[in-house]
């Protein structure tokens, strides 16, 4: 019996300090999750209801990584880490239905010593972009402007590949 509670004793502890730290981890927010919510943030704020954007398939590509001089100290060095989030976004027009999925990428740089990720730049796929790329009018599979300036170039890779919905 002494021995049983001895045990018992000893899992209770490990298990609170395995507990305890899950919750201390679940404050920090990793880099693609930092990336991904400004990215979700930049999008709703272009929509006619911010607070009804729904979100799904959403991916990060990881650019280019590096090192440079600090802006207003030069001898101060930053590591700084480019990104693309990519994603799919359902937004309400202005009778309050849903509209249906639009993809939709940002760009960003996050900066070591910034507390944030700056967007460089963002784009959803609005009627204008659906229509097919000059290039693309003559083959099977035309691209769509948007997938031509963004998507296929910033989002498709081995696990999303390129898509073709461009309008002939």
Not at 20 to 42: F, H, N, P, W
Not at 94 to 109: C, E, H, M, Q, S
Request: glycine content about 6%; proline content about 2%.
């Amino acid at each position: 019996m002494g021995l049983c509670r001895t045990v018992i004793k000893g899992m209770d502890m490990r298990f609170l300090l395995t507990l305890a730290l899950c919750l201390s981890l679940l404050g920090c927010d990793s880099t693609d999750e930092k990336v991904i919510k400004v990215a979700k943030s930049t999008i709703a704020e272009q929509l006619m209801d911010p607070d009804a954007a729904k979100f799904s398939d959403v991916f990060v590509h990881r650019g280019e990584k590096g090192t440079t001089n600090k802006s207003n100290d030069s001898k101060k060095k930053v590591n700084y880490q480019f990104f693309t989030v990519c994603g799919s976004v359902n937004g309400k027009n202005a009778f309050g239905a849903y509209t249906g999925k639009t993809r939709f990428i940002v760009n960003l740089v996050d900066v070591d010593s910034e507390s944030k990720p700056s967007v460089i730049h963002s784009a959803y796929e609005n009627e204008g972009l659906r229509s097919s790329a000059v290039s693309a009018k003559k083959t099977e599979k035309p691209e769509s402007l948007f997938e031509y300036i963004y998507w296929n170039k910033d989002c498709a890779d081995e696990h999303h590949p390129k898509t073709y919905t461009g309008i002939k």
